[in-house]
């Protein structure tokens, strides 16, 4: 059963630093390409940021660029956000989902349930 | 970026109607890159159809998605107690990959 689950989330202040992990079980990890998605309270879903299997293709959102840092490890099978700079419309629920078979070109058809961020001084 | 608009924003009916949600694209969406998933209060997404059209793993065939180029639309056709829940439009096929701002399906 394919099973991802994030951490890492909490409460940070203004220009501070974050990193999420996302475990990922029931799939062979370093095939697939990964994604992390957001969504504000009461607002709807924001894409944050995609990693292709090997590393090879990172994408970045507007709003995120310069800021997050998105890696992998396949040995770990597990994928990593590094968020600096955190300002307070950066709250949100932290989804990692995951992509397609050597593509980010794809739907997501499995997510973790979530992992909450708050800047807030 | 492509920018999706749904409509409507929220649709009021009761179990057992079909329900027609919309999703237009600014732009045209390539290879019918368009996947529905739906929400409900404190829970992840879940993804419905994805290629336009093709069901996901497990989801009933009361959901069905349809269209292509700038026009989609999800169907559900017998509305069951737990369909009443959000469905966001997404689209993967230009980056940035870009989601509607959702429709609230709400029992009547």
């Known amino acids: 059963e394919v099973e991802l689950v994030e951490s890492g989330g909490g409460l940070v202040k203004p220009g501070g630093s974050l990193r999420l992990s996302c475990a990922a079980s029931?799939?062979?990890?370093?095939?697939?390409?990964m994604k992390w998605v957001r969504q504000a309270p009461g607002k709807g879903l924001e894409w944050v940021s995609s990693?292709?299997?090997?590393?090879?293709?990172?994408y970045y959102g507007d709003s995120v660029k310069g800021r997050f840092t998105i890696s992998r490890d396949n040995a770990k099978n597990s994928l990593y956000l590094q968020m600096n700079s955190l300002r307070a419309e950066d709250t949100a629920v932290y989804y990692c989902?995951?992509?397609?078979?050597?593509?980010?070109?794809?739907?997501?058809?499995?997510w973790g349930q979530g992992t909450l961020v708050t800047v807030s001084s | 970026e492509i920018v999706l608009t749904q409509s409507p924003g929220t649709l009021s009916l009761s179990p057992g109607e079909r329900a027609t949600l919309s999703c237009k694209a600014s732009?045209?969406?390539?290879?019918?890159?368009l996947a529905w998933y739906q929400q409900k209060p404190g829970q992840a997404p879940r993804l419905l159809i994805y290629?336009?059209?093709s069901r996901a793993t497990g989801i009933p065939d009361r959901f069905s998605g349809s269209g292509s180029g700038t026009d989609f639309t999800l169907t559900i056709s017998r509305l069951g107690p737990e369909d009443f829940a959000m469905y966001y439009c997404?689209?993967?096929?230009?980056?940035?990959?870009?989601f509607g701002q959702g429709t609230k399906l709400e029992i009547k």
């Open positions: 732009q045209r969406v390539s290879s019918s890159c």
């Open positions: 997404q689209q993967y096929g230009s980056s940035p990959d870009t």
């Open positions: 989902a995951r992509g397609g078979v050597g593509t980010t070109e794809s739907h997501y058809d499995y």
């Open positions: 029931g799939f062979t990890f370093r095939s697939y390409s």
């Open positions: 990693i292709s299997s090997s590393s090879g293709y990172i």
């Open positions: 290629g336009a059209s």
